[in-house]
Every structure is written in C-alpha cells, then in structure tokens.
C-alpha cells in the first residue's frame, strides 16, 4: 500500500540535487552537443516529427550505413520539446538536465521508502548519495546525457510499478 510518507521527497534531498548542478547551468553546447542538438534537422524541427523514429540520435537516417545506429528517439523528441519552447539556449537544456535528475533522486527514494526493510533514514541517506555522486556529472551536466538520466527514470518507475 502506498502511503504519503513514500512519495514526499525531503525537500532537502531536492534542494541538495540542484545545488550540486548550479555551477553547470551557464555552460555552453559543447562536444556531442553541437551534433546531436544545434545542429540536428530532428531537434530544430526543420523535418516532420515522425522523421524521429527513422534517423539515429545524431539526426541522420539509421538505414544508411554511415549511421551510427544509436536510437534513442524518446531523448530526441524531448530535445525537440525544448527547442521549440526555449530555442537554442544552453540554460534550458541544462535546467531539463537538473530537472529529471531530481526527478530520478526522487524516484529512487520512493523506491528505497517501499522496500521492506528501508527506514525513512536509509532511505534519505541513500538519496542524498545518489543526488551527489560524482558518477551521475557527465549524465547530468552534459546535455546528451540525457538519455541516461531518462533511461534511469523510466527504469525506477518500471521497478516501483512491479513492486506494486
């Protein structure tokens, strides 16, 4: 049964996911970005929305054999969502980025709340390590890293739903 006390993340455990991201939210498109955001006919709408489903992630048709086969169509789409609210502006990309990010913190922490044997303070500290852990900077703080932070969110509810 799912009570109150699962689902409310500390604001805490939040407020600590942010903070650990804010230098990062001023930070340019750089590297992959420039390929699979900025310059990708998918994310700046210059092609129709189902083209998504049939390029790869770098915005080139995956039925080529120059393409690099990673599909992750989902990921793009959400590039897409925030080109045409925001545009081109790093700050946007980045704010998603922190967003899910807590979003995921919070995901984990419900799923820490409903495990049998997780107090509310395993939980918390199990939380606050996820929020903070180095290993979590590239996916967040780089703007392609957003299909992992996805991935991770998609995966916890996945988890949470069969627990229920």
Request: proline fraction near 3%.
């Amino acid at each position: 049964m799912l009570h109150a006390e699962h689902v409310a993340l500390p604001p805490i455990v939040g407020t600590v996911a942010v903070l650990c991201y804010m230098n990062a939210m001023h930070g340019d498109f750089v590297h992959d970005d420039l390929k699979a955001i900025v310059s990708n006919a998918d994310v700046t709408g210059e092609v129709a929305v189902a083209e998504v489903f049939v390029h790869d992630f770098w915005g080139s048709d995956i039925r080529s054999n120059t393409s690099h086969k990673s599909y992750r169509p989902l990921t793009t789409l959400t590039f897409r969502a925030t080109h045409a609210v925001f545009g081109l502006r790093p700050l946007a990309y980045h704010v998603v980025n922190v967003a899910l990010h807590v979003i995921v913190t919070s995901l984990l922490h419900v799923f820490m709340r409903e495990m049998d044997k997780a107090s509310r303070e395993g939980a918390l500290a199990a939380s606050l390590l996820f929020a903070v852990h180095p290993i979590h900077t590239e996916a967040v703080t780089g703007l392609v890293g957003r299909a992992d932070v996805l991935c991770a969110a998609f995966f916890l509810s996945c988890l949470i739903a069969y627990r229920r």
